[in-house]
């Protein structure tokens, strides 16, 4: 079992900056993968960006290529999300997930799930 905990999500202008963070517990490491994604109003879920927990391996959608970047914080079991040069589009709300199937970009790869945290961005 894997428990994830967004945070950092909030009101931004366009063209500004937050950073959020998703905290695991429980077994990760090894082929597990995790990955942000978001929802806004009456869309589906769609891919933000992933992340191995053993290599360096990363992969993005390609409206957030050079804007967005995920790191993670092994010893602290920390993944995050910089967000840089916000858009309006980009208002949704944002999930944490984890899978052990290695990095993927769809969202039935991914087990566990963090309750999601809003991000706002006002033009």
């Known amino acids: 079992q894997v428990q994830l905990v967004e945070s950092g999500g909030g009101l931004v202008q366009a063209g500004g900056s937050l950073r959020l963070s998703c905290a695991a517990s429980?077994?990760?490491?090894?082929?597990?993968?995790m990955g942000w994604f978001r929802q806004a109003p009456g869309k589906e879920r769609e891919f933000v960006a992933a992340?191995?927990?053993?290599?360096?391996?990363?992969d993005y959608s390609d409206s957030v290529k050079g804007r967005f970047t995920i790191s993670r914080d092994n010893a602290k079991n920390m993944v995050y999300l910089q967000m840089n040069s916000l858009k309006p589009e980009d208002t949704a709300v944002y999930y944490c997930?984890?899978?052990?199937?290695?990095?993927?970009?769809?969202?039935?790869?991914?087990?566990?799930w963090g309750q999601g945290t809003q991000v706002t961005v006002s033009s």
């Open positions: 992340i191995r927990w053993s290599v360096d391996l990363t």
């Open positions: 997930a984890a899978t052990n199937f290695g990095i993927s970009t769809v969202s039935p790869a991914y087990d566990y």
């Open positions: 429980g077994r990760t490491g090894g082929d597990y993968a």
